[in-house]
């Protein structure tokens, strides 16, 4: 197999790509599907990176891709009927260490979910989640602050950028 | 904000499978092959939409021009292949890129395989509307909104390629695809000797022991690579037999080629061998 030649897109796919496995492994939470989610994203971002005008915006370009794949195989799941043996091979890996708060995050319907993560875990700016996400950025910030309200967070006077 | 940091430690940690860089990088050569075909596909469209409004006019305007056009497409004399239709348009969040052959000639066999082929890409066309109304069906039923829908495309793809050429012979393949959350292609071979009226075989090609001959061509250029390959325990290769499809190269050598998954993982691809 030839190594691919690097551009822009590439290196920057191949550097962040732990990053990309842990967000699909958040929403899928399983190691197969999360394998999948992220070839099939960079499929696509492959595929459609003419669609990428503005370079500097690749992290959210890319993301939107990622959870758009994210959300169509849990969409497809749920029309599935489950596998005799699924909890056998439902999960290879051991659960993230039992974190109370993570499990909340995870537990939060996933356009909230999905702010917080792209937001604390990942630093996006709000802005830059709008991207992501295709809301404007007044649903992002609502979406948080219920988010956080949720999850009994208060934000200590902290700024939200 | 303390207890989001521990969140955040906790999503770190989640464990990084080994494979995760082999399969980016199958996603960055499956990427890039999706990526050329539709480009081929764009710039061959607006090649023979110029071509053909040239030639309207052309055809309009002397008898010399409409003469020598007659005479272009002529590849032996006795036969053509043509493109029957083509075009592009985008329906209900489908983007077709149609390109259909046609083998014009006097030839009870010519008749055959357009039919053929007409009616591949027609079950073509009406399975790919019906995946994608499925889909679309679920993601709606599922709680998808129309905002979250909104810019979601389906590639369907018909094309040809013709592969050789000669007085009496021609071969090519016919590529059915249709790209969506996943991707699915379909290559069809056809091998055809219009004045015997027949499909052309590998024995014709190879001798009486065109199986053997071919069997230990491809088994070499597999040992050469073998970690690109199933295992014949996990399905992999075996044997040629009058099954096996395959194409005659430009210089007249037939080149075998497998399905996808066929006899390979995805990331192989259509693995081809020549038979040589």
New interface residues.
Partial sequence: ?QT?ADTPL?TY??AE??R???LA??YLRQ?EDA?DA????????????DSLRNPELIRPWFYRILI??C??VL??R??VVPLEDWAETGRE??P??D?D??RQ?EALPPPVSTVI?LR??EDLSLREISEAT??NVNTVKSRLYAGLKK?R?S??G?DIR | MKKLEEARRAYENTPIPEELSSRVEEGIRQGRGARQRRQRLRRRWLSAAACLTLLIAGLNMSPTVAQAAAEVPVIGGLFRVLTFVSYDKTEDDINYSVTVPEVDAESALAETVNKVIQEKVDQHLAKAQQDWEEYREAFFATGGTEEQWAGRQMDVIVDYEIKFQSDTEVSFVVTMAEGWVSSMEERTCYNLNLTENREITLKDLLGENWAEISTAAIQRQIDEEPQKYFTPEMGGFTAVDENTAFYIREDGVPVALFAEYEIAPGSTGFPEFPLA
């Fill in positions: 197999m691919p590439t796919l191949i790509q732990a990309f496995y842990r492994y958040s190691r394998l992220v070839q099939s994203a960079v499929c696509r971002a492959l595929e459609r990176q758009n794949t959300l169509d969409r497809r749920s029309r890996d051991p993230p260490p974190e708060l993570s995050v993560k604390f875990y295709g809301s999850l967070i934000m200590e902290e």
